[in-house]
């Protein structure tokens, strides 16, 4: 079993270490001593609040937006648009995501977007690739 410091944990979950020791402090998280003496969280103890957090539940009961059929949503802030003479790109931060998508400029203007609107994207991909960063557990 793959145990996270509390750094880890929160970047994980992108929060703050803080909220990770308040969230064990709570009971939402188990929290344990690994060998090292260190506080260490399973893996696994992290999987239901990934899902809680990424379901976006707190997020879509603060800003709720129109419902949608598309499961890989991303609320958040739009940060950029640059538009040209046909085509605008839209920067948006969701979380410790920085979402891009390239659309046409009539679209975005027909939107309205501009840096610091709340707003959402969706996206559905045919292919999704997992990746192992160096020197992870095989």
């Known amino acids: 079993m793959k145990q996270f410091r509390i750094s880890e944990a929160a970047a994980l979950l992108g929060v703050s270490d803080d909220t990770v020791r308040r969230w064990a402090d709570q009971g939402r998280l188990h929290v344990t001593r690994g060998p090292n003496g260190m506080q260490v969280v399973d893996g696994s103890d992290l999987l239901p609040l990934l899902e809680d957090l990424a379901s976006g539940s707190a997020l879509a009961e603060a800003f709720p937006l129109a419902r949608a059929s598309a499961r890989n949503r991303f609320v958040g802030l739009v940060t950029r648009v640059q538009r040209d003479g ?47 960063p160096p020197g992870a557990d095989t």
């Open 86 to 132: 046909v085509m605008a790109q839209v920067d948006l931060q969701a979380g410790p995501f920085r979402v891009v998508s390239l659309m046409s400029r009539e679209a975005a203007d027909a939107l309205g977007l501009e840096p610091g609107m709340l707003a959402a994207a969706s996206a559905k991909a045919t292919t999704v690739s997992i990746e192992l």
